[in-house]
């Protein structure tokens, strides 16, 4: 119920020159158990040298749900 998730980012380049490495992601902000506010930038670039960059932010909670064989199911629940 503590762990972070992941976090990932994708993009494609819908020209003809192609994708020059993977989509960079830096995400700050928050508590080591994934819950607060977070920042993030999304980074992306293409062999044509056009860069595109993708800022945000939010905030993420987590509860546990009881269910009725009494075991307790993390819900993430976020807010951007």
Do not use: E, H
């Not at 380049?13 to 993030?40: E, H, I, K, R, Y």
């Not at 992306?44 to 860069?51: E, Q, Y």
């Not at 009881?66 to 629940?77: E, F, H, M, P, R």
């Amino acid at each position: 119920m503590d762990a972070v998730p992941a976090t990932t980012c994708s993009a494609a380049d819908v020209g003809p020159s192609g994708m020059d490495g993977t989509c960079q992601l830096t995400v700050a902000g928050g508590l080591a158990n994934g819950v607060g506010t977070f920042s993030f930038t999304a980074t992306a670039k293409d062999m044509a040298g056009n860069v595109a960059t993708k800022t945000g932010a939010g905030y993420y909670w987590r509860i546990g749900v009881k269910l009725d064989d009494n075991t307790i199911q993390s819900v993430n629940i976020g807010l951007r």
